[in-house]
């Protein structure tokens, strides 16, 4: 059965000190993982698609990575404004989101 | 430019009271979605629909119908409110199922069902 585990639940971080989110997934033919920001009160915002083991994709202080298990998102020296509910989601035969990540950056 | 638009954002319900949801996008994307998100659970998919006309089941569909009367709409109709209906409802557009599946979501519509 096709899965998506979202690593840690929630994190607080110091403003500066870097970090990575975690998304494990069991897919039977990946076609793309990605990953969404959300705030409080909003809908999912798209960051990145990765489609291939080994693809990497940066924006800002976020960059995603791809392995064959399993997806990371590296914020490096994050900022207040970063704090967001990162979902993570695999599209096999069908999308399956993960429940999310709630990172907290404290000024 | 609007993008996905939910209407209405807040709605409170009576158990047995019926209700429609509307999404519009002015993208004009071929594929449409609805979600539920619940706490502790992932965005869940109700309903989708590959173009105008069609609607197909996700994984919970129990409760719900749906209508793609034009490309630009669509809608989620609860006949009979149930407690375990209430939730956030999120409607979402992409351009096409393809790897490329960018889906562009609403602000949501928060629905309670007493």
């Known amino acids: 059965e096709d899965q998506v585990t979202q690593s840690p639940e929630a994190l607080r971080l110091q403003e500066g000190e870097s970090s990575s989110l975690n998304c494990s997934y069991t897919v039977s033919g990946l076609r793309g993982l990605f990953w969404y920001r959300q705030d409080p009160g909003k809908g999912p915002e798209f960051l990145f698609t990765l489609y291939s083991a080994g693809e990497e994709k940066e924006k800002e202080r976020l960059k995603a990575t791809l392995t064959k298990k399993e997806s990371f998102l590296h914020i490096t020296a994050p900022k207040p404004e970063d704090s967001a509910t990162y979902l993570c989601a695999v599209e096999g035969d069908k999308i399956i989101f993960g429940k999310g990540t709630r990172l907290h950056i404290l000024p | 430019n609007a993008g996905v638009t939910q209407t209405p954002k807040f709605r409170v319900l009576k158990t047995g009271q019926s209700m429609t949801l509307l999404c519009a996008q002015d993208?004009?994307?071929?594929?449409m979605y609805w979600y539920r998100q619940d706490p502790g659970m992932g965005l869940r998919l109700i309903h989708y629909?590959?173009?105008?006309?069609?609607?197909a089941k996700g994984e919970v569909p129990d409760g719900y119908n749906v209508s793609r009367l034009k490309k630009q709409n669509f809608l989620l109709g609860l006949e009979s409110a149930a407690p375990s209906q209430t939730s956030v409802y999120f409607c979402?557009?992409?351009?096409?199922?393809?790897?490329?599946?960018?889906?562009?979501f609403g602000a949501g519509t928060r629905l309670s069902v007493l």
């Open positions: 629909s590959v173009g105008e006309g069609t609607t």
């Open positions: 979402a557009s992409s351009l096409t199922n393809l790897a490329k599946n960018i889906q562009y």
């Open positions: 993208m004009n994307h071929e594929y």
